[in-house]
């Protein structure tokens, strides 16, 4: 470790910022951070120290607009466009579809408070990586290569690429062939890749403009509805689904768990700045104001969507929509000549999920090859902020490979709900053994230092809720087939748990097997790139 390293960052620690030392109380200051009392070796994540791994990179250049846009870019995608009619179709009734579109936000609420508290507690990137190693330490690395099986292998930004494609397809008046439409999401994808790779501060503002332009959509969508309500459209009865609302619901629990997925994706988001910590200015501060104010504007936002959506054309119609939802809205209420503008709308909207998800991905993917994991060509290079030194675009490389490989796999009219499901399940293990942990720190950890604490009643309703999710897409849904035709309607668990599973046999084959088989044993060494990045590499050393 140089002498100019450690010279530059305590210059850094007398020149920056602090947050309220009585309410945080935390100690060194690092560019508008402070190291917490927990990143100790008994209660700290991971192998690098807090300086260490917040080390290298941009610095802390991500304020509270930035984050809550980061947040709000994540969640609002393709998903309130496209989805409300498959849900609505799975749970039978206007009335059912509503309430669970409010449970999602009460599940999510729930969800971002206990991010909250561990956000808090250890403001590091990598979100739940980070949160699974603090509590599950033994054995050593094993959740944090299930965690890095899941979030490499699942973490691909297709179906918005996808989204995309067909949108703009549509609205420049072409027909969207199988093959065209792959190859403008493939495009998109190499675009967005390069454009976080090599110009960072630029992403970041197109990232946030998109996320403002997704806003002021929605609203427009929503003023629409009002005067669809007033009775001053074309639309003859708007209130025709509001009558007998729960008429024709469900009684399969399978077809609620499934749905519940659905508008959990659709949330899906309100933990984005957890991953990104390191990039944060006083994140403590800054996490506690952005949750909740980015999840609260989405919430609002999509709540007030689907009524407007429910006044312009009946159940019957929504369903028959397929994931065109607002393509129905917008040609019931303005005729067939808005159905093209929207479709630009749309499009817009999945690229600025697509660069929002690829920014907190690639960062995701550095900290796990800072950890140490054994990746090809060795960690240390995936770890890099390579070529710019500000932005890792080997992480970048690694989110990039899986896209690719579903975009031109399977085809898009099956794979894009499948796909949903099969992202929405190992995420609810996640999410249940994340929410125990916290009860297990509450235990074993009374003293430590917690700025912000979730009430236990909401931490209970987020487990009771994660242990149904998991349970109930296994049992039979009323139609007997589920909501993914031709494949069985439990498919989509079943690869979930394989994702993870092949998570525990790296792990077993990387620290168990092949140190028995050839005698030899790991040691790990930190060593500090040219960037200033920190990583953890292991050496081989030979048993006597």
């Known amino acids: ?92 009734s206007v009335g059912a579809s509503l309430m669970l579109w409010v449970l999602g936000f ?66 420049a008046g072409q027909s969207a062939g199988r093959w065209n439409e792959r190859g403008v999401a493939l495009g998109v994808m190499f675009f967005v890749t390069f454009l976080h790779g090599i110009a960072p501060k630029t992403g970041v503002l197109i990232m946030n403009l998109l996320s403002i332009f997704k806003i002021v959509i929605l ?72 949750g909740p104010l980015g999840l609260g504007i989405c919430t609002v936002l999509y ?93 970048l490389i690694i989110h990039l490979i899986p896209s690719i490989i579903v975009i031109i796999g399977p085809p898009p009219n099956i794979a894009y709900p499948f796909i949903l499901d099969v992202e929405g399940y190992p995420q609810q293990i996640i999410n249940f053994f994340i929410v125990i942990g916290l009860f297990y720190l509450r235990w074993k950890k009374p003293d430590a230092i917690r700025p912000f604490k979730v009430w236990w009643p909401l931490a209970v309703f987020f487990l009771a809720a994660a242990c149904f999710l998991l349970i109930a897409p296994f049992l039979k849904p009323a139609n007997g087939v589920g909501d993914t035709p031709p494949l069985p309607y439990y498919l989509y668990c079943l690869v979930g748990i394989a994702i993870m599973f092949v998570g525990v046999l790296y792990w077993f084959a990387w620290r168990i097997m092949l140190p028995k088989v050839f005698g030899y044993e790991l040691v790990p060494r930190k060593e500090m790139l040219d960037d200033g990045t920190f990583v953890t590499v292991y050496l081989y050393r030979k048993m006597q």
């Open 1 to 92: 470790m140089s002498t100019t390293w450690w010279s530059r960052l305590s210059k850094q620690q007398e020149n920056d910022q602090d947050d309220r030392a009585s309410e945080l109380q935390f100690g060194e200051k690092d560019q508008g951070t402070q190291k917490p009392h927990n990143d100790n070796a008994d209660l700290g994540p991971g192998e690098l120290t807090f300086e260490e791994d917040t080390a290298g990179g941009m610095g802390r250049y991500l304020g509270e607009t930035s984050c809550t846009l980061l947040i709000v870019g994540k969640i609002i995608g393709s998903g309130i466009f496209s989805t409300p009619s498959s849900i609505l179709s799975s749970v039978g």
């Open 106 to 171: 009460l599940l999510s609420f729930c969800g971002l408070f206990i991010w909250l508290e561990f956000g808090t507690m250890f403001p590091r990137s990598g979100g739940e990586k980070v949160y699974l190693e603090a509590v599950y330490k033994k054995p050593k690395y094993l959740t944090t290569i299930i965690f890095a099986a899941n979030a490499i292998l699942l973490g691909f930004t297709a179906s918005n690429c996808i989204v995309f494609a067909s949108n703009i397809l549509v609205a």
């Open 219 to 290: 609203l427009f969508v929503v003023v629409t509805g009002w005067v669809v309500l007033s009775g001053k459209t074309r639309v003859v009865d708007p209130y025709y689904n509001f009558r007998n609302a729960f008429a024709g619901s469900s009684t399969s629990s399978n077809d609620y768990a499934t749905a519940t997925f659905k508008v959990l994706y659709a949330y899906t988001g309100w933990s984005n700045v957890n991953y990104v910590m390191n990039d944060v200015r006083n994140p403590v501060r800054t996490l506690k104001i952005a």
């Open 303 to 395: 709540l007030l969507a689907n009524v407007a959506y429910f006044s312009a054309a009946t159940k019957t119609e929504i369903i028959e929509s397929g994931v065109t939802v607002a393509s129905l809205f917008f040609g019931n209420v303005f005729g067939s000549v808005a159905e093209r503008a929207l479709s630009v709308f749309i499009a817009l909207s999945a690229l600025g999920n697509v660069i929002t998800v690829t920014f907190v991905a690639a960062r995701v993917n550095q900290e796990l090859a800072k950890e140490g994991i054994p990746l090809p060509f060795g960690n240390k290079f995936w770890a890099s902020n390579w070529p710019t030194g500000k932005s890792p675009l080997p992480g």
